[in-house]
């Protein structure tokens, strides 16, 4: 993870490029730091701002991923982890990009954490 989060700027200038606003977990996850990076996988778990725009946009556009959702990082095989942008729950969710639909969730920021961001996994 880079040691420095993104600042609320650069989170503002991101959700205006893709028109949204990120949910509030995500917010405060980047604001902790900007990505985190599995060494021994060497994939990002959690993407970089920049790369979180990129490929939210690719994603929409091409309708790898439901528009209901944010992408934000992914599984090293290339299944998004995702967030709704509706606000009504703080659920994670692992997104098929082959079946175009969720096949695992996380109730909460912390319950992902556990499982994908554990010291040792990371």
């Given at each position: 993870?880079?040691?420095?989060?993104?600042?609320?700027?650069?989170?503002?200038?991101?959700?205006?490029?893709?028109?949204?606003?990120?949910?509030?977990?995500l917010r405060t996850l980047l604001g902790i730091g900007d990505g985190r990076y599995d060494t021994a996988g060497q994939w990002w778990i959690v993407w970089p701002l920049e790369q979180l725009v990129e490929d939210n946009e690719k994603n929409w556009r091409e309708g790898w991923v439901d528009r209901?959702?944010?992408?934000?990082?992914?599984?090293?095989?290339?299944?998004?982890?995702?967030m709704y942008l509706d606000g009504s729950s703080d659920t994670i969710v692992r997104w098929s990009m082959t079946e175009r639909?969720?096949?695992?969730?996380?109730?909460?920021?912390?319950?992902?954490?556990?499982?994908w961001l554990a010291p040792e996994g990371a």
């Open positions: 993870m880079d040691a420095t989060g993104c600042e609320p700027s650069e989170l503002d200038a991101a959700e205006q490029r893709l028109g949204l606003r990120l949910p509030n977990p209901s959702l944010v992408a934000f990082g992914d599984d090293g095989a290339g299944d998004p982890f995702c639909e969720v096949f695992e969730e996380y109730p909460t920021l912390s319950d992902f954490a556990v499982t």
